[in-house]
């Protein structure tokens, strides 16, 4: 699925924010044998020419991927990353280029063979700084607009993976890696090249590693020259993250204009505590004494005993009056005059799909406001205004991400429109800066002006040289009926060139998340471009579950997930195939992580729909889930409590009730069970490195398949997590995801 700019669910796929995209690529860079910085090949800008107008594997991965941008105190220029892959070397390289505010006089600012990235204006406005790979590993460096005056400033022993300078330029936040043994015990001095581990608690491995080390931020000092090798650690002693694993980044703290407070984000829990709960706060530090105040709890906070084996939902950590700001609360933002702090806040504890508010504290009263309720979706991502008086955010609503203002008094107000998503929103000044794709188009730079009648203006053509040359499908909003009487929006693509007179192969996309959205998302692997490319329909729906659409279709598939989400998936099908030019024999099915168990589940109740599946890093055995994966609250929260609970009932949305014989109980309907009735080819696909959903599933589906005779083929990446990094890697999945379809549906 997509490389999304704001977070989604547990089963499906992460934002790939700065900070993760600085470690894919570092990871990427170091995959080849070592060489000197002098000595690596350069990674750049990729020219193509295609042999014909269709979107190809390769011509995906030669396009540059812009990763973030920032702007100059005065507003008058612009810094941004492009990362390129060579699929060749199978690494990565990430380019700074600057450009005007108006999308003019476009610079490579990055020289030499390094990976530079995260870049950040210093208070004069005549400096970048950032991280550059230039020393063998990530450490601060600056330089001057022209490129001039470049020099190192931090020298660490292990290198940095984040900062943010003070705004009065003598202070600057660092983050690195620290030793943890939280749930690994400390290797014993004497055994230096053991392997293994003795395991105390959970939270022992998270997505693709095992935590035995995690990230603080520290603060050091700089005199213009050179940042200060004395540090201190904010979070010094403390067995806490920031920024939080697996995906945060540098926007998870924040300095206050005055350049006396730190505002940051943690979840200050270990071991069971921390994998059954998704409660994070908002900490300020003052710099000058190193007190550290909590945001979000009133002082003297404790909370209620739980039991970890059940949902949160019902339990008293979730049934306190007061607004403790019980769930996920991230990024936080110190209004420009200092007086207010905002951040991304959800309500519930142990629910991570909760709809995103924006709470706004005032920092004199101690009251908070939440200032987008009259909105009935999730805040992705969101800025100050340069006056104080407006936040701009970005939201899905009706499978489409746009740009929203409100003010401190709630009055929210769409500001853009279109089959667009938007992300990365940030005043300019007279403008606002943005960044946009759509399903026909990777992500470019744009600004909007202010006033009643928006202009929006692209600033980039980061791929224009490869777009020109492609002819891409026809992408249409359809609106199908369900079977409980509503109405449910899917895309469909249509392939290049079409033409209504001939029949098609159709392709219906299951969403993973399983609460992300089916918006106009662009992704490098799950591109349904690509998809309709090779002549196959699209029908993308957006089923039960998905935001967007209210808060009761949203958690419609808590406690669910074999119900009316999947009715939802065959009307959808259903519904397209009665079109004359979409071929009903030859169909087929394909999805990722939760869209993985949604393939595998079909695969038992599809009544011959389809004729063949593709399913990767899929729930095949709910069951075995609950006890493999690593983040407790997700299974906890959705499917009601752990499967040696025979009392509980499933449904996450009510009181937990015995189970009367009314009630679904969560794993009666897990996928492996039904694989007495499967009789379609499959392709599994899974990463070995995936903690998420343990290869193990995928292994099993490929079995159950095979030992049934079933045709059936596993894919399977021994060096990859829940997603496909690697170049050579991407290649591979698409030729085998093609080659598979091809084989059953276009015969």
């Known amino acids: 699925m997509p490389d999304v700019s704001f977070r989604v669910r547990l089963f499906h796929i992460y934002p790939m924010n700065f900070l993760h995209i600085m470690t894919t690529t570092l990871a990427l860079t170091a995959a080849a044998p070592q060489q000197s910085p002098a000595e690596t090949p350069v990674i750049g800008k990729n020219e193509i020419q295609l042999k014909n107008d269709r979107m190809t594997p390769e011509a995906l991965w030669a396009m540059g991927r812009i990763g973030g941008m920032t702007t100059s105190p005065d507003g008058k220029k612009i810094a941004y990353t492009v990362t390129y892959y060579s699929v060749q070397q199978n690494k990565s390289r990430t380019l700074i280029y600057l450009m005007n505010a108006d999308g003019s006089d476009k610079q490579l600012f990055t020289q030499g063979n390094a990976s530079e990235m995260e870049p950040q204006f210093l208070a004069d406005g005549k400096h970048l700084a950032f991280l550059s790979t230039a020393s063998g590993k990530p450490e601060v460096w600056q330089a001057a607009l022209d490129g001039s005056d470049r020099k190192q400033l931090s020298f660490t022993e292990q290198g940095v993976q984040g900062f943010k300078f003070s705004p009065d330029n003598k202070q600057v936040i660092l983050v690195q890696e620290v030793e943890t043994t939280?749930?690994?015990?400390?290797?014993?001095?004497?055994?230096?090249?053991?392997?293994?581990?003795?395991?105390?608690?959970?939270?022992?491995?998270?997505?693709?590693?095992?935590?035995?080390?995690?990230?603080?931020?520290?603060?050091?000092?700089?005199?213009?020259?050179r940042i200060s090798d004395q540090t201190t650690d904010i979070l010094n002693g403390e067995p806490y993250e920031c920024p939080m694993l697996p995906f945060g980044g540098s926007e998870q703290f924040n300095w206050s204009p005055d350049s006396k407070t730190i505002v940051y984000t943690c979840r200050k829990k270990t071991g069971v505590d921390y994998a059954i709960s998704t409660d994070s706060d908002i900490f300020a530090y003052e710099v000058s004494t190193g007190k550290t105040t909590n945001l979000c709890k009133p002082a003297g906070y404790q909370a209620p005993k739980t039991d970890p084996s059940r949902s949160l939902q019902h339990q008293a950590v979730n049934q306190n009056a007061?607004?403790?700001?019980?769930?996920?609360?991230?990024?936080?933002?110190?209004?420009?005059?200092?007086?207010k702090v905002a951040w991304q806040s959800m309500e519930r504890d142990g629910y991570e799909s909760d709809r995103t508010r924006l709470c706004v504290l005032d920092l004199k009263t101690g009251k908070k406001t939440y200032v987008t309720e009259s909105f009935e979706s999730g805040v992705d991502g969101f800025n100050w205004s340069k006056d104080g008086k407006q936040l701009y955010f970005t939201g899905v609503w009706h499978a489409r991400s746009m740009v929203y203002q409100?003010?401190?008094?709630?009055?929210?107000?769409?500001?853009t429109e279109g089959d667009y998503d938007y992300s990365g929103v940030a005043d300019n000044g007279d403008q606002l800066l943005v960044m946009r794709h759509s399903l026909s188009a990777p992500d470019d730079i744009y600004s909007i002006s202010k006033g009643k009648?928006?202009?929006?203006?692209?600033?980039?053509?980061?791929?224009?040289?490869?777009?020109?040359?492609?002819?891409?499908?026809?992408?249409?909003?359809r609106w199908v009926p369900t079977s409980d009487g509503k109405q449910e929006l899917c895309w469909v693509v249509y392939p290049p060139h079409f033409d209504a007179s001939k029949k098609y192969p159709v392709l219906l996309f299951c969403q993973g998340g399983p609460q992300s959205p089916v918006s106009q998302f662009w992704s490098y692997r799950w591109n349904l471009q690509l998809m309709a490319a090779n002549d196959y329909i699209i029908v993308a729906p957006n089923r039960r579950g998905l935001p967007g659409f209210g808060m009761e279709w949203l958690e419609d598939i808590s406690g669910d997930y074999s119900g009316q989400c999947m009715q939802d998936y065959l009307d959808a099908i259903d519904n397209v195939a009665q079109e004359p030019y979409a071929d009903k024999d030859r169909m087929g099915c394909v999805g990722a992580s939760f869209g993985g168990y949604s393939v595998y589940y079909l695969a038992g109740h599809h009544d011959k729909r389809f004729k063949c599946f593709i399913a990767h890093d899929g729930i095949f055995n709910t069951q075995q889930q609950y006890y493999e994966t690593e983040e407790m609250w997700f299974p906890n929260w959705d499917l009601g409590a752990g499967?040696?609970?025979?009392?509980?009932?499933?449904?996450?949305?009510?009181?937990?009730?015995?189970?009367?014989?009314q009630k679904v109980n969560p794993y009666t309907t897990s996928p492996h069970l039904y694989v007495d009735k499967w009789d379609t080819p499959i392709l599994c696909i899974h990463g070995e490195k995936d903690y998420r959903i343990l290869s193990a599933q995928g292994e099993s589906a490929f079995k159950a398949a095979r030992m049934r005779g079933i045709p059936a083929e596993l894919l399977i990446f021994p060096d990859e997590n829940h997603w496909v990094l690697k170049p050579q890697n991407g290649i591979l999945w698409q030729r085998t995801f093609f080659r598979w379809l091809d084989r059953w549906l276009k015969k």
């Not at 003795?198 to 005199?223: E, S």
Request: hydrophobic fraction near 30%; glycine fraction near 6%; charged fraction near 25%.
């Open 322 to 339: 007061q607004d403790c700001n019980m769930g996920y609360d991230t990024n936080p933002q110190y209004s420009p005059d200092g007086t």
């Open 453 to 477: 009648k928006a202009k929006i203006t692209q600033l980039t053509q980061e791929n224009e040289h490869i777009l020109k040359q492609l002819t891409l499908g026809e992408v249409k909003e």
């Open 182 to 225: 939280a749930s690994i015990e400390k290797t014993y001095d004497d055994l230096p090249l053991t392997s293994g581990m003795v395991i105390t608690d959970l939270n022992y491995k998270h997505w693709d590693h095992y935590v035995r080390t995690i990230p603080h931020i520290f603060l050091a000092d700089f005199d213009g020259t």
């Open 643 to 661: 499967p040696w609970r025979k009392g509980i009932t499933n449904q996450a949305n009510s009181p937990e009730t015995v189970n009367d014989g």
């Open 406 to 415: 409100t003010d401190l008094k709630g009055n929210v107000r769409a500001l």
